[in-house]
């Protein structure tokens, strides 16, 4: 072995020996292993990101003999940077603040990649490389294994965790494929910048459509549930509300669906094989898993809903547990009122209807909606999405869509400038 082997060996064992050593100095803390798990998945995507943005800013390459490589990196420094980013920092820094823990990384990497000329030769410009990575790779990761371990920032870890599921399956998944067998000329990325630009839209607003069930159910999971879809960070409370309505399964059910439409768009029998493993690991294990856990934890309201939900195969109207949710709408306000005509007029499930004047004075300026769990009320324009849910399956994906971030901001904008913004009413004590 030459000088170039030992320092490749070193770049792999060094990271996995530190962080066995953290691990036995800091013993093992509750929800650590869905922290370091989340930590080293994010790093997976968004290292061979940085590798790929590498090949044409040049930061640093990686001279040598021929070795197994990802994208020009050796597979050994690939591997160690993942521990070393991904998995020690929260085994050695288990209650260090993000940004602190992070600058030591940082600092260790430029301790000693100018040290390691025999594996890389750092180019002028590598500080910059250095801040990219930083960025899309170390601090993300930090974030999401810290909160997930702190059970913090719920909103936030589940976003990142979308984000996550986003870059694995769309991601990390394609190029595996490609990496292992190289795409013809006509599949692959270069498709995608071959297409026209009007099917191109049109296509990923179809992918889209078909990730809206898994990106909403994500979302009712942190904000009814408070949990999210990692089974090591799971909700506290069964969630039977927005899409699951409809279906058990809506996360599985987008996965599958976008995978194969994925693998349509890309040409890529690889990522219709993985989506036809998923297609088993749902059915399989996750379901036999998923049933045990939900068994144990809900009891006798879980299975009440599962008699009545199928897991992919949506329901036409929503389910609804007994009790209804209230929709509150003003009878003194025209506008209100023909909301209200065009509601009642589509039988809705599991919502009454209640003049909004019969609450204490002051104390409503929009539209509200209470839901049947005592969950956190939606005013405005979303709790005309959530009103909508209770019509049908069609009805539901637009509620749906109307309630997502960004979205239910601009709808809203958009009703206040028309007149339809807040009101004052004259309400009973």
């Not at 394609?174 to 067998?181: A, D, S």
């Not at 399989?284 to 299975?303: I, K, S, V």
């Not at 929709?327 to 809705?348: G, K, M």
């Not at 769990?373 to 399956?393: C, Q, V, W, Y």
Request: charged fraction near 15%.
């Amino acid at each position: 072995m030459d000088f170039a082997d030992w320092e490749r060996a070193a770049a792999l064992y060094l990271p996995i020996t530190a962080a066995a050593i953290a691990r036995l100095l800091n013993g093992r803390r509750p929800r650590q292993f869905a922290a370091c798990l989340l930590g080293t998945l994010w790093t997976l995507p968004s290292l061979l990101a940085i590798q790929k943005m590498n090949l044409y800013a040049s930061w640093w390459n990686f001279p040598g003999a021929s070795t197994i490589r990802v994208y020009d990196m050796p597979l050994e420094l690939f591997l160690g940077w993942i521990i070393l980013w991904g998995l020690l920092p929260q085994l050695a820094f288990p209650t260090l603040g993000i940004l602190t823990s992070s600058a030591i990384m940082v600092a260790v990497d430029c301790l000693f990649m100018p040290r390691c000329t025999a594996i890389i030769q750092l180019n002028p410009h590598w500080l910059i490389g250095e801040l990219a990575a930083a960025l899309l790779v170390l601090l993300p990761a930090r974030a999401i294994a810290h909160w997930t371990q702190s059970n913090t920032h719920l909103r936030a870890r589940a976003a990142l965790q979308l984000l996550l599921a986003t870059a694995l399956f769309l991601y990390l998944i394609p190029e595996v494929g490609f990496i292992l067998r190289p795409p013809r000329s006509n599949a692959g990325w270069p498709i995608l910048l071959q297409m026209p630009a009007w099917r191109l839209q049109l296509v990923l607003q179809l992918i889209f459509f078909l990730a809206l069930p898994g990106i909403s159910s994500v979302i009712e999971f942190a904000n009814r549930g408070r949990g999210t879809p990692i089974p090591y960070d799971p909700p506290q409370l069964l969630v039977t509300s927005g899409i699951y309505r409809y279906v058990a399964n809506p996360m599985q059910l987008s996965c599958t669906a976008v995978m194969f439409a994925w693998s349509v768009l890309l040409h890529s029998g690889w990522v219709a094989f993985a989506a036809i493993i998923t297609v088993a690991y749902s059915a399989g294990l996750a379901e036999w898993d998923e049933r045990e856990d939900l068994q144990q934890r809900f009891g006798q309201p879980w299975q009440h809903y599962r008699a009545a939900v199928r897991n992919w195969l949506p329901r036409w109207r929503p389910y609804h547990p007994g009790k209804p949710a209230t929709l509150y709408i003003a009878r003194t306000c025209a506008p209100c009122t023909q909301i209200r005509r065009w509601v009642e007029a589509r039988h809705p499930l599991g919502l009454q209807i209640i003049d909004a004047e019969t609450l204490p004075t002051a104390s409503i300026q929009r539209m509200r909606y209470t839901p049947e769990d005592g969950s956190p009320t939606a005013e405005g324009i979303r709790a005309m999405g959530r009103a909508l849910e209770h019509l049908n399956l069609v009805w539901a994906l637009a509620g749906i869509t109307l309630r997502l971030p960004g979205i239910a901001h601009l709808a809203q904008l958009l009703m206040d400038v028309s007149g339809l913004g807040p009101r004052t009413l004259c309400t009973t004590d």
